[in-house]
């Protein structure tokens, strides 16, 4: 297929997209993976090799679309100009003012620039017959602007293809028709799906580049953007959860720092123990995480003591299920909070108002403006809730216009064994908050350090700032 020898070295997954000859090819990828450039260096090789001589079909006729005439311009046609002049210079012309933006090469090949709502190719259905339809992120576009443009596809003598490239955006059209396992085109064999990796691509990009994106990145921006996950992210309870905010290495609370923890006892799902300190400024770290499924309670009962040590706890609150009669002991029934009361691990019900306390925690995960930090954070000790944290969410619809929820414990998918204790807790010092947010508090700070305290939304979602300043 390839007509001229070239010096431009291809990633693995950019050869393959390139040299298939199947009807469809799609690459689907995170940012900056390569895929853009596969698809124009694909195009060039398509135009240099019909040329309608020796049985071939051609000249080869391409439309390269793009939403818009200046996403087009912006950024596909400068980098197609650069490839031909570095490692083609086969073209004889390339006027790139719209609607005229058209490369001609050598052999008679043209490359048409387009965006997908094209008003001339709207009007006119059965327009001219193409070889090739190259398609650059075509998530952004309507879906009902594929037809009418992938249907002129049918010169003769040619491999027809379609060749599309998007960033991932879940479960969305472009995944139904390209990549469902049961989607129709894909059943048939007639779609090559190519997968991009970043990694791929690190070679061509500048360095520190991939860093500095995660670090401004939420966790589900860096699984769909930088990892090019498919997954469907809506719906995340904790959306506001990024790895470069709410995590600290490690950390000892200091003496003067209350200390609490939350359990969850499961059978076959982990029992789990967080601990978590609060400062008197109430910042909130949760320092320590149990995470572990055992045989019996008492084993789970030591290995929380061990990992607890001789820490004084002010409280522990555990799932209020675990207050329910569990088994019989000394002729009386007991719960598994007594177990654990029995033990030394003094454990008093949570709360089982699941929306308040959700809303609380989330409250306590927004980050302040003006000190950039959340009043709760989590250290690498505790892996499991920062993992939960990215998988944690609604079922489809409990989520309103507002992002309220209509929480019922139960109806939510994901793990949230170490999300529930952190919760009961949350929930216990959430008291601590309105006394500190009271005008009473608010008299006695300076106006910076009530800037600080304030500028945030009120624990369940009412601002609060114009009032409580207004009572100072
Ligand atoms: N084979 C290659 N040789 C040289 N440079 C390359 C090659 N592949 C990609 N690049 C460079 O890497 C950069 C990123 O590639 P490209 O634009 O194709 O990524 P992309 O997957 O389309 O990203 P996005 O999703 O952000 O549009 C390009 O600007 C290009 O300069
Ligand atoms: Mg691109």
């Not at 305290?453 to 009120?458: K, P, R, T």
Request: charge should be negative; include cysteine; aromatic fraction near 12%.
């Amino acid at each position: 297929m390839i007509a001229t020898e070239t010096t431009l070295d291809l990633s693995v997954p950019q050869s393959r997209y390139i040299a298939s000859t199947k009807r469809y090819k799609h690459a689907d990828g995170p940012y900056r993976c390569g895929k853009t450039w596969a698809l124009l260096w694909a195009v060039v090789q398509h135009c240099l090799y019909y040329d309608g001589k020796n049985g071939r079909g051609g000249p080869a006729r391409v439309y390269i679309i793009k939403e818009t005439y200046s996403a087009l311009l912006d950024s596909i046609v400068a980098d197609f100009q650069t490839m031909c002049d570095i490692f083609c210079e086969e073209l004889v012309s390339f006027p790139k003012s719209p609607p005229n933006v058209q490369a001609t090469f050598k052999n008679g090949s043209k490359v048409f620039f387009r965006p997908a709502d094209d008003p001339v190719t709207a009007r006119r259905r059965v327009g001219a017959t193409l070889s090739m339809l190259a398609w650059d992120q075509i998530e952004t576009c309507d879906p009902a602007t594929f037809s009418p443009f992938n249907s002129r596809v049918s010169m003769k003598n040619v491999i027809c293809q379609t060749l599309t490239t998007s960033n991932p955006e879940g479960h969305d059209w472009v995944w139904r028709k390209f990549i469902d396992p049961t989607a129709p085109l894909v059943r048939a064999g007639s779609v090559e799906m190519v997968q991009f990796h970043v990694s791929d691509n690190e070679a061509n990009l500048p360095p520190g580049w991939l860093e500095d994106q995660k670090n401004s990145m939420t966790a589900q921006e860096i699984k769909q953007y930088l990892e090019g996950s498919r997954e469907d992210f809506s719906g995340l309870i904790y959306p506001m959860y990024r790895e470069g905010v709410h995590v600290i290495d490690d950390f000892e609370p200091p003496a003067t720092w209350k200390k609490y923890r939350g359990i969850d006892f499961g059978v076959t799902s982990p029992t789990t123990c967080l601990c978590v300190a609060i400062s008197p400024q109430n910042q909130v770290v949760v320092y320590d995480e149990y995470y572990a499924v055992a045989d019996t309670l008492m084993e789970h009962i030591d290995r929380i003591n061990e990992m607890c040590g001789d820490t004084e706890f002010e409280a522990g609150v555990i799932d209020p299920s675990c207050i329910n009669a569990h088994h019989d002991k000394y002729g009386r029934s007991y719960s598994i909070r007594d177990e654990f009361v029995e033990a030394g691990i003094d454990v008093i019900p949570g709360t089982r108002d699941w929306d308040s306390s959700t809303s609380f925690l989330r409250w306590l995960m927004k980050v302040n403006p003006v000190t950039g930090k959340p009043r709760i954070l989590f250290t690498r000790r505790c892996p499991n809730i920062l993992k939960e944290f990215t998988g944690y969410r609604t079922k489809d619809s409990d989520l309103d216009a507002a992002g309220r929820m209509y929480g019922r414990d139960g109806a939510h998918k994901g793990a949230d064994h170490a999300i529930d204790p952190t919760r009961y807790v949350a929930a216990y010092l959430r008291p601590k908050f309105i006394e500190y947010d009271s005008p009473e508090a608010a008299r006695k700070l300076t106006p910076e350090e009530y800037e600080d305290a304030h500028c945030w939304e009120s624990p369940g979602g009412a601002p609060r700032r114009e009032l409580a300043w207004q009572s100072r």
